[in-house]
């Protein structure tokens, strides 16, 4: 009886217990789903919050995008006002300025306040870009300069009349390259721009139009708006031509102060001597650079099928003058001259038709 009393007190405690343990189990699942719920409502709110983070990152990047691009066409804008002021001043300087020297240097900041020059690879500034500013760029100028010869005459380097100075002047300096565009299409391995180059790329394409290689429509739009006055070009060629020989012998002859001087030693048939040992390495560069030029220019005039045009006055002091080599040990020096001698001596040998 006794065993049986304890029996049942154990049976009704394991009940018990049982229930107990129950209950507890059933309140860790209660408290699990509880928990369960309330993760999946927090991972809901998180899940809305992303959303609407992302959103407004999109949001973010839609208004940065714009404002890069009200930037971009207010830097574009900004730039064509400020550098077309530029070169209206420029060339009002040009026309006030008396010596050659002060037009020639207005002359190469006109022709760097082009925007071409000023080509970022930023903002606006694509491939094709580039080439819409070439273009604006020798449309203007091509009308420009008409200001300055409204005929396609042959002009003397040696002209006393302002606008024919000027004229002159910008057909020197065509070549110039801002040094913002050397530093930007270097890098990109893209071919500089000035404005001998597209003059120069125009009348190759002239000559592949003539051919029946191209098409109008497959011009270059700068070359489109050049050719439209391919006699003005060949007028343009022909005086830098002639006005850099001018330089030249101006330099070798030591008359560079007297335009005058230049005309009476080339009449009456003066014999002289260009002395390279009166120079230094610079200046003997730097009549290398003419001579280049000088080859250069008659190399474009001579492609496009137009014969060289050379003032009578200075080619006649041209074949007057001897050039003697300095006594100078350095090699470097001693290949200058002989590279100057040589160009010098095809100066003076070439064809060319005397005015």
């Known amino acids: 009886m006794v065993w049986d009393s304890r029996l049942k007190s154990l049976v009704v405690m394991a009940c018990v217990g ?5 209950c507890e189990m059933k309140k860790n699942l209660d408290d699990m789903h509880k928990a369960t719920v309330e993760m999946s409502d927090t ?3 998180m899940s809305e919050t992303t959303k609407r983070m992302e959103e407004k990152t999109s949001d973010l990047d839609k208004k940065s995008e714009a404002l890069d691009s009200k930037t971009a066409e207010l830097y574009d804008a900004l730039r064509q006002g400020n550098a077309a002021v530029l070169r209206k001043e420029f060339l009002e300087q040009m026309t006030e300025a008396n010596e050659m020297p002060k037009k020639l240097a207005l002359g190469v900041k006109y022709f760097w306040a082009f925007e071409f020059q000023l080509w970022s690879m930023q903002g606006l500034d694509n491939d094709a870009r580039r080439e819409e500013l070439a273009s604006s760029a020798a449309r203007e100028f091509i009308r420009e300069i008409h200001e300055y010869a409204p005929t396609n005459e042959f002009i003397s380097p040696t002209s006393d009349d302002n606008k024919e100075k000027n004229f002159l002047a910008l057909a020197t300096t065509l070549h110039e390259v801002n040094d913002k565009q050397k530093n930007r299409v270097d890098q990109k391995g893209l071919p500089q721009f000035s404005m001998l180059s ?13 051919a029946g290689q191209i098409s109008v429509d497959q011009l270059s739009h700068s070359s489109y708006d050049l050719l439209g006055f391919e006699d003005k070009l060949i007028q343009i060629l022909q005086a830098r031509h002639n006005f850099i020989l001018t330089m030249l012998v101006a330099k070798a002859s030591h008359v560079d102060k007297d ?6 030693l080339g ?20 009549m290398k650079r003419y ?4 080859m250069d220019t008659r190399a474009i005039l001579t492609r496009a099928g137009h014969p060289i045009l050379v003032d009578e006055t200075i080619m006649k002091i041209i074949k007057n003058g001897q ?9 470097a020096r001693q290949a200058n001259e002989k ?7 095809q100066i003076k040998s070439a064809p060319v038709h005397l005015k």
């Open 18 to 22: 049982g229930l107990v343990s129950a």
């Open 43 to 45: 991972t809901k709110d």
């Open 198 to 210: 597209l003059i120069e790329r125009a009348l190759k394409e002239k000559a592949a139009l003539d």
């Open 259 to 264: 335009w005058k001087s230049k005309i009476k």
């Open 267 to 286: 009449l009456l048939g003066m014999k002289w001597t260009l002395n390279f040992g009166d120079y230094n390495d610079v200046e003997v560069t730097e």
């Open 291 to 294: 001579v280049k030029a000088v």
């Open 323 to 331: 050039a003697v080599k300095s006594k100078s040990g350095n090699k």
């Open 339 to 345: 590279d100057l001698l040589a160009i010098i001596e």
